[in-house]
């Protein structure tokens, strides 16, 4: 499989460049090209097929010819400890649970996903790279996670002062770790600006071999489409029609992997997502991108700091403008329809649902009849664990749900004990990157 800038078509390149320097030089994002058809691997997966297995056979069918399928196996191996996890609800309706991980988010899986890539690329070609990224809490707890047995790949992470999560003393550069958690004093905006700075100069980023973590990477992105292949290998026993799969739109980053899950020859029939801003139905109910009245040559480059995939969206609609309107259904989902949701999953099912969970299936309940026939089946996707949103739950059923000790640990405050640089402190970051690139501190 190659790669492709969303603003430039002939901006091609392989997996390794994509995700190494995942900012192309055009200011677009890196998209496939031509996706492959796994119709065969997809097919032969079933419910005893573990997550890390399933992915490591798909990376292998996507860049077997960058990489053997042995390396793509370890990659895999390394990344996926846990599974998701699928429950049916209902005859019609399942939930698929993406947070069994290390902190309770669906993030574990791509983040975990794209530091063992990185590492075993970096391994074969004796180099060494740095991710630069900010956090509000949950970002940083990932990476803690996801950097402890990391040779070869640092991590610089921004926050404002206050705002680290998950990070222990071991996992600080200075006392040997691989993360270099900088307190900034201002606001995330803040920390975000200095990341787009140093980003804004390509001879720092080639200077420092800069990548990101967050899903402007297609190597965090791309994983996220193996969700979906794994939902269906549990599915495929006892659904035999339509499936749809009501998910949350958040920065488009699982749509867009769902949609290039279809792409790879995924059997599924379309998804549900509460409409946004920029993703909504027109008069007859079909699938909207307001962005694309703006041309991409007009537009400021790709965020390196707070990625949005909408562009991705745009790129996949361009490719398959008829189907991919047909296959997008977005629903307006109010704060009453939300809250109701909310309460009905729990009546019904036992579920305690999150805002984002909650809006899904408000979304759902509005466009299944529109899309599905009667005997459709339909994946609500929760992303997060529920005790991460107590107070909308508690606000909604009258308790809260236990925290597990794993994300209690996860999300605890962590002490830097270092001195904030300032909301303008480019000179500083630079400094920082200077000494998390010498030698010695790899």
Not at 404 to 412: G, H, L, T, V
Not at 419 to 437: Q, R, Y
Request: contains cysteine; glycine residues 6%.
């Amino acid at each position: 499989m190659r790669f492709v800038s969303t603003r430039n078509a002939e901006n091609k390149t392989g997996f390794k460049k994509a995700v190494l320097d995942c900012m192309p030089s055009d200011g677009g994002l890196y998209v496939p090209d031509e996706c492959e058809d796994l119709r065969r691997w997809i097919l032969y997966a079933d419910k005893n097929t573990s997550f890390a297995s399933l992915a490591g056979s798909l990376t292998s069918a996507m860049i077997n010819s960058e990489f053997s399928p042995i390396i793509c196996e370890t990659i895999a191996t390394r990344a996926f400890p846990n599974d998701p996890v699928l429950k049916q609800l209902d005859e019609n309706l399942f939930m698929l649970e993406l947070y069994h991980g290390a902190t309770g988010t669906f993030k574990d899986f791509g983040v975990s996903y794209l530091t063992a890539a990185l590492e075993t690329i970096l391994q074969l070609d004796g180099e060494k790279a740095i991710l630069l990224d900010v956090t509000g809490g949950e970002l940083g707890a990932c990476m803690a996670s996801a950097m402890r047995d990391k040779k070869l790949l640092k991590s610089v992470l921004l926050a404002p002062k206050g705002k680290f999560r998950g990070l222990c003393e071991s996992d600080y550069v200075w006392n040997g770790g691989n993360i270099f958690p900088v307190e900034v004093d201002g606001t995330e905006e803040d920390c975000r600006n200095l990341v787009r700075k140093v980003f804004a100069d390509r001879s720092l980023v080639e200077k420092y071999h800069l990548t990101v973590a967050n899903t402007a990477n297609i190597g965090r992105l791309l994983p996220q489409a193996f969700f979906y292949t794994f939902a269906f290998s549990r599915l495929k026993e006892s659904v035999t029609s339509d499936i749809f799969y009501a998910l949350s739109a958040g920065n488009y980053g699982n749509l867009v992997s769902g949609l290039y899950g279809w792409q790879l020859s995924l059997p599924v029939n379309g998804f549900i997502v509460p409409s946004t801003p920029k993703l909504l139905s027109d008069a007859k109910g079909k699938c909207q991108v307001l962005d694309s009245m703006i041309p991409l040559n007009e537009r400021t480059p790709a965020d390196p700091a707070d990625p949005s995939n909408i562009e991705r969206l745009e790129n996949i609609f361009k490719a398959n403008s008829l189907m991919m309107r047909s296959f997008v259904f977005p629903a307006k989902v109010t704060e009453e329809e939300k809250n109701k949701a909310c309460k009905e999953l729990f009546k019904k099912y036992g579920v305690y649902a999150d805002g984002d969970t909650s809006a899904s299936y408000a979304a759902l309940l509005q466009r299944i009849d529109d899309v599905a026939s009667g005997d459709g089946a339909a994946v609500l996707v929760c992303r997060d664990a529920p005790c991460l949103d107590n107070a909308f739950i508690k606000h909604n059923i009258g308790e809260e749900v236990q925290v597990p000790e794993q994300i209690k640990r996860a999300f605890s405050p962590s002490s830097i004990n270092r001195s904030a640089i300032s909301k303008d402190g480019f000179e500083d970051l630079i400094s920082i990157l200077n000494s998390v690139n010498l030698r010695r501190l790899f």
